[in-house]
């Protein structure tokens, strides 16, 4: 039996024929870094490869590691008996998808992709490969988003309804990546007030304002005059903080989430926020679809998320595909 | 049908009661009246016969959509809820919505679907999704698919109409009770003055519900101010009788014509303009039977005669809300149980006085409670001697003090997601017992975990899946939990060979191994002996 040129290991992909690791989260010695959210990127990697605008927000993250190189997107590197080159994944600043080229054929690896426009981050670049393994968060075709545009819109609207309520506007996003984008498309609409911040933002904030990514101004919540009740104005915080002390100082706030999975109302109305807005830094079911054919791949492998359904369906369209589960090796290895 | 899907965004939209309530009353005072009454009749829970099956709908999804029936499927099983799964799937709309108010819409539209032929309906439903989206499709397709919870209480549309109208809100939850059809006339009425208000004779009145007492019986005060009784478990009712003219009707406002004849013949015993509030039980020789008995009379429209032998029923009254045409609700209870002894001398069996427990203190109740299980109840209520016939659940005056409920050790086995606030999480679990060897399913439950381990049981369930059956997914038995539950009946359609009444989660036991969990036999051992346990 040939072994295909990924098997998943490690909670991520390991290439044999290169002898490097995709996105593991266990230590290993050679490893390429998709992104820098936690369930993609670990310390541990001695060897650690990503994309050059990812340097920052990843050594944030995880640490200088020993041996770190940037990538320019479209730079090549070879790699044991691979050509490995990273292309952009318009996930969030610095992230890529990578292309290995060997022996058994040419593979696509996303570790997270979107299409949709995203002003802090290059946009999405498909290229023909043989195998595309995809991600697949979003798996199911009652996930399709509204344009950010109209998105934005939503979110001012609700934030000038707090401010003539006197009321805090506390929107909930990931800390890296989803709140750096809704601060770029909020100075896009002509937004210049300041916005206030929860700790957890304010380092990554700082990284992409840095590498010229456009924002209104940031101030941390902690740093507020004492007494001050935040009427009408804007704080963003990630969803950790919902429910904890730190959210005592806005008194009667409306809570909002910006999230894909605010597009099913009983995700929203479970988690008690207010408002949901449905902005994702993940493919949606059309564009997971879609990427498969522009990506002219032969056979798809679906992994992160459900994948069950896209599986049956480009199975219907004649695409050979499977799903693979990546934690399953990792809880395998470890038992 | 745009003012109503912005009332429907406005209470979707806060987590606020207040907020919740100035919305249905901004809502109420700008709409015209059959809108209004319209409102008022989805809001408060009622709904449409249905127009249209869900299977012909899940196919117009698909043919709409272009997507595979089992992409449908798989999408309705994630999102639980068909009318939203179908807004989410459709195309974006490509025509400009028409203006037609939400009474307009169901007048000319919707109910007329139930007389078309399925060519004709199915263009219709389809033309409606090509012209309408946002929240307004979303409600339409729930108006389409009958269900129609969207976060407001009957009790918040109630004080939302008694602000509009500026009467008190009982007056509103009486007018809102029994059947109406939604009009402009209807609206006026139940916003009119207290004046000129003529109700139905059919009519019930809102009913009284208590609270579960959590404390001692102690801290009620004086025991003298007290009354105590049994607390059956049947099905709450409220008999009308006026004009020479029965009505039952169930808590759930739900007419009982019909279902029970003896009842309905007892009832002619009783003078004009008499209404009682009290229990139907299965009884026999002055005692109740199981409730799966009056389970076999809640199902038949018009029992025959071996279901009425075998499972005769009584009215245990144990209030008086009308006598002599007179509403006596503003009473205190203790001249109301005099009316109701007199109201009850004429009448025949098996409408008869529930029976009230006497104590000169309260250290003298728990031995009562104690006799429960022998006696079939489910505890004692108590009530005070001073209060009037409230509407609704209002604390203070009427308590429930129910012994406490069975309880076993049993393996989760199967779990499956819920709807609506719970869709897309696996909330509805499966619990066995051992049994030969094998493990043997005895109860589905819903309700008694957190949201956190709720949260926790549904990552430990999409990992640890060993088979799916649709929805439905058998997981390793290793968590054990505690359930409580009510009463225990033998079943035949159970394949464990009981049924439990109202099994509800305790806790989840983390400490137990499935080996420590009960077997069929300790469960069986309580079908003989109810104190057993």
Same mark, same amino acid.
């Given at each position: 039996?040939?072994?295909?040129?990924?098997?998943?290991?490690?909670?991520?992909?390991?290439?044999?024929? /290169?002898?490097?690791?995709?996105? $593991?989260?266990?230590?290993?010695?050679?490893?390429?870094?998709?992104?820098?959210?936690?369930?993609?990127?670990?310390?541990?990697?001695?060897?650690?490869?990503?994309?050059?605008?990812?340097?920052?927000?990843?050594?944030?993250?995880?640490?200088?590691?020993?041996?770190?190189?940037?990538?320019?997107?479209?730079?090549?590197?070879?790699?044991?008996?691979?050509?490995?080159?990273?292309?952009?994944?318009?996930?969030?600043?610095?992230?890529?998808?990578?292309?290995?080229?060997?022996?058994?054929?040419?593979?696509?690896?996303?570790?997270?992709?979107?299409?949709?426009?995203?002003?802090?981050?290059?946009?999405?670049?498909?290229? $023909?490969?043989?195998?595309?393994?995809?991600?697949?968060?979003?798996?199911?075709?009652?996930?399709?988003?509204?344009?950010?545009?109209?998105?934005?819109?939503?979110?001012?609207?609700?934030?000038?309804?707090?401010?003539?309520?006197?009321?805090?506007?506390?929107?909930?996003?990931?800390?890296? /990546?989803?709140?750096?984008?809704?601060?770029?498309?909020?100075?896009?609409?002509?937004?210049?007030?300041?916005?206030?911040?929860?700790?957890?933002?304010?380092?990554?904030?700082?990284?992409?304002?840095?590498?010229?990514?456009?924002?209104?101004?940031?101030?941390?919540?902690?740093?507020?005059?004492?007494?001050?009740?935040?009427?009408?104005?804007?704080?963003?915080?990630?969803?950790?903080?919902?429910?904890?002390?730190?959210?005592?100082?806005?008194?009667?706030?409306?809570?909002?989430?910006?999230?894909?999975?605010?597009?099913?109302?009983?995700?929203?109305?479970?988690?008690?926020?207010?408002?949901?807005?449905?902005?994702?830094?993940?493919?949606?079911?059309?564009?997971?679809?879609?990427?498969?054919?522009?990506?002219?791949?032969?056979?798809?492998?679906?992994?992160?998320?459900?994948?069950?359904?896209?599986?049956?369906?480009?199975?219907?369209? /004649?695409?050979?595909?499977?799903?693979?589960?990546?934690?399953?090796?990792?809880?395998?290895?470890?038992? | 049908?745009?003012?109503?899907?912005?009332?429907?965004?406005?209470?979707?939209?806060? +987590?606020?009661?207040?907020?919740?309530?100035?919305?249905?009353?901004?809502?109420? @005072?700008?709409?015209?009246?059959?809108?209004?009454?319209?409102?008022?009749?989805?809001? +408060?829970?009622?709904?449409?016969?249905?127009?249209?099956? +869900?299977?012909?709908?899940?196919?117009?999804?698909?043919?709409?959509?272009?997507?595979?029936?089992?992409?449908?499927? !798989?999408?309705?099983?994630?999102?639980?809820?068909?009318?939203?799964?179908?807004?989410?799937?459709?195309?974006?709309?490509?025509?400009?919505?028409?203006?037609?108010?939400?009474?307009?819409?169901?007048?000319?539209?919707?109910?007329?679907?139930?007389?078309?032929?399925?060519? &004709?309906?199915?263009?219709?439903?389809?033309?409606?999704?090509?012209?309408?989206?946002?929240? #307004?499709?979303?409600?339409?397709?729930?108006?389409?698919?009958?269900?129609?919870?969207?976060?407001?209480?009957?009790?918040?549309?109630?004080?939302?109409? &008694?602000?509009?109208?500026?009467?008190?809100?009982?007056?509103?939850?009486?007018?809102?009770?029994?059947?109406?059809?939604?009009?402009?006339?209807?609206?006026?009425?139940?916003?009119?003055?207290?004046?000129?208000?003529?109700?139905?004779?059919?009519?019930?009145?809102?009913?009284?519900?208590?609270?579960?007492?959590?404390? !001692?019986?102690?801290?009620?005060?004086?025991?003298?101010?007290?009354?105590?009784?049994?607390?059956?478990?049947?099905?709450?009712?409220?008999?009308?009788?006026?004009?020479?003219?029965?009505?039952?009707?169930?808590?759930?406002?739900? @007419?009982?014509?019909?279902?029970?004849?003896?009842?309905?013949?007892?009832?002619?015993?009783?003078?004009?303009?008499?209404?009682?509030?009290?229990?139907?039980?299965?009884?026999?020789?002055?005692?109740?039977?199981?409730?799966?008995?009056?389970?076999?009379?809640?199902?038949?429209?018009?029992?025959?005669?071996?279901?009425?032998?075998?499972?005769?029923? &009584?009215?245990?009254?144990?209030?008086?809300?009308?006598?002599?045409?007179?509403?006596?609700?503003?009473?205190?209870?203790?001249?109301?149980?005099?009316?109701?002894?007199?109201?009850?001398?004429?009448?025949?069996?098996?409408?008869?006085?529930?029976?009230?427990?006497?104590?000169?203190?309260?250290?003298?109740?728990?031995?009562?409670?104690? @006799?429960?299980?022998?006696?079939?109840?489910?505890?004692?209520?108590?009530? %005070?001697?001073?209060?009037?016939?409230?509407?609704?659940?209002?604390?203070?005056?009427?308590?429930?003090?129910?012994?406490?409920?069975?309880?076993?050790?049993?393996?989760?086995?199967?779990?499956?997601?819920?709807?609506?606030?719970?869709?897309?999480?696996?909330?509805?679990?499966?619990?066995?017992?051992?049994?030969?060897?094998?493990?043997?399913?005895?109860?589905?439950?819903?309700?008694?975990?957190?949201?956190?381990?709720?949260?926790?049981?549904?990552?430990?369930?999409?990992?640890?899946?060993? !088979?799916?059956?649709?929805?439905?997914?058998?997981?390793?038995?290793?968590?054990?939990?505690?359930?409580?539950? #009510?009463?225990?009946?033998?079943?035949?359609?159970?394949?464990?060979?009981?049924?439990?009444?109202?099994?509800?989660?305790? %806790?989840?036991?983390?400490?137990?191994?499935?080996?420590?969990?009960?077997?069929?036999?300790?469960?069986?051992?309580?079908?003989?002996?109810?104190? &057993?346990?």
């Amino acid at each position: 039996m040939n072994e295909p040129l990924l098997v998943p290991d490690a909670g991520g992909l390991y290439c044999r024929a /290169g002898d490097f690791w995709i996105d $593991p989260l266990r230590a290993v010695h050679r490893s390429i870094i998709t992104h820098a959210h936690a369930d993609h990127a670990r310390s541990g990697a001695s060897e650690v490869y990503t994309a050059k605008p990812g340097l920052p927000v990843l050594t944030h993250r995880i640490g200088q590691p020993e041996d770190l190189t940037g990538l320019d997107y479209g730079q090549s590197v070879e790699l044991g008996d691979t050509r490995v080159t990273l292309f952009p994944a318009g996930h969030i600043l610095g992230s890529a998808t990578v292309r290995i080229e060997a022996e058994q054929g040419t593979w696509g690896v996303s570790g997270d992709f979107k299409r949709a426009p995203d002003p802090t981050c290059a946009a999405f670049e498909p290229y $023909p490969c043989d195998v595309w393994v995809s991600e697949c968060t979003f798996g199911l075709p009652v996930y399709r988003w509204p344009s950010p545009k109209e998105v934005v819109g939503e979110i001012l609207e609700w934030w000038s309804d707090c401010s003539r309520q006197d009321r805090p506007a506390v929107l909930f996003c990931y800390a890296l /990546g989803k709140a750096q984008r809704v601060l770029s498309e909020l100075a896009a609409a002509g937004v210049e007030d300041a916005v206030w911040l929860h700790g957890a933002m304010l380092p990554l904030t700082e990284c992409y304002r840095q590498q010229g990514v456009l924002m209104p101004p940031t101030r941390p919540a902690t740093e507020a005059e004492k007494g001050e009740k935040f009427k009408g104005q804007l704080v963003l915080a990630p969803p950790s903080a919902s429910g904890s002390p730190w959210m005592r100082r806005f008194p009667k706030h409306s809570a909002g989430f910006v999230s894909g999975w605010m597009r099913i109302r009983g995700n929203r109305r479970r988690r008690g926020y207010d408002r949901g807005f449905v902005m994702s830094d993940h493919a949606d079911w059309p564009d997971l679809v879609r990427t498969c054919s522009d990506m002219q791949a032969s056979q798809v492998i679906t992994i992160h998320g459900n994948g069950e359904s896209l599986v049956r369906h480009l199975g219907d369209q /004649g695409i050979q595909a499977e799903a693979w589960n990546l934690r399953q090796t990792l809880r395998q290895a470890s038992a | 049908m745009k003012d109503f899907a912005a009332l429907f965004d406005r209470l979707d939209r806060t +987590t606020g009661t207040n907020a919740k309530l100035s919305a249905l009353a901004d809502y109420f @005072r700008q709409a015209r009246p059959e809108d209004a009454a319209w409102a008022v009749y989805f809001l +408060t829970g009622r709904r449409l016969k249905r127009l249209v099956n +869900t299977r012909e709908l899940r196919e117009w999804t698909a043919e709409a959509s272009g997507l595979a029936l089992w992409l449908i499927e !798989e999408s309705y099983e994630h999102v639980g809820d068909l009318a939203e799964t179908m807004h989410l799937l459709l195309p974006p709309a490509s025509a400009e919505p028409p203006t037609e108010t939400l009474a307009e819409l169901i007048e000319s539209t919707i109910k007329p679907l139930a007389q078309m032929d399925d060519d &004709a309906r199915k263009q219709r439903v389809q033309q409606l999704w090509g012209q309408f989206d946002g929240s #307004e499709r979303f409600l339409i397709n729930k108006l389409l698919t009958g269900g129609f919870r969207v976060g407001v209480s009957k009790r918040l549309v109630t004080r939302a109409l &008694a602000e509009v109208a500026g009467v008190d809100s009982s007056l509103i939850a009486h007018r809102l009770m029994g059947k109406w059809t939604p009009d402009a006339d209807l609206y006026q009425r139940l916003i009119a003055d207290e004046t000129d208000l003529d109700f139905e004779q059919s009519t019930p009145y809102p009913f009284f519900l208590a609270s579960p007492l959590e404390a !001692e019986p102690e801290s009620l005060g004086e025991p003298d101010a007290w009354q105590a009784e049994w607390k059956w478990d049947g099905i709450r009712a409220q008999l009308i009788r006026r004009d020479g003219q029965t009505w039952i009707w169930s808590r759930g406002e739900e @007419r009982m014509d019909g279902r029970f004849p003896e009842l309905e013949a007892a009832s002619e015993s009783l003078p004009d303009g008499t209404v009682l509030d009290g229990e139907i039980m299965a009884w026999r020789d002055d005692r109740p039977l199981p409730f799966s008995l009056l389970q076999t009379r809640i199902g038949r429209k018009k029992p025959g005669k071996v279901t009425l032998e075998k499972a005769p029923v &009584a009215l245990l009254a144990y209030d008086c809300l009308e006598f002599d045409g007179e509403d006596l609700r503003d009473r205190p209870l203790e001249q109301r149980m005099e009316t109701l002894n007199r109201a009850l001398s004429t009448a025949s069996a098996p409408i008869q006085p529930s029976q009230i427990v006497a104590f000169d203190s309260w250290g003298q109740l728990p031995a009562q409670r104690d @006799r429960s299980r022998e006696l079939g109840v489910e505890g004692l209520m108590l009530k %005070r001697l001073d209060s009037c016939y409230q509407v609704g659940r209002k604390r203070g005056a009427w308590w429930k003090w129910k012994v406490e409920p069975y309880t076993f050790d049993g393996v989760l086995i199967y779990a499956q997601p819920g709807h609506g606030r719970r869709s897309n999480l696996f909330t509805d679990y499966t619990f066995a017992v051992h049994h030969d060897g094998e493990l043997v399913p005895v109860a589905k439950a819903y309700s008694g975990l957190t949201q956190k381990e709720i949260d926790r049981l549904d990552r430990w369930i999409r990992s640890n899946t060993k !088979e799916r059956f649709g929805p439905v997914r058998s997981v390793e038995p290793i968590h054990v939990f505690e359930l409580a539950f #009510e009463g225990i009946a033998p079943s035949p359609r159970h394949k464990s060979g009981i049924a439990m009444r109202f099994p509800r989660i305790h %806790r989840w036991r983390e400490d137990l191994r499935i080996e420590d969990a009960d077997s069929l036999d300790d469960l069986k051992r309580l079908l003989r002996d109810p104190d &057993a346990a």
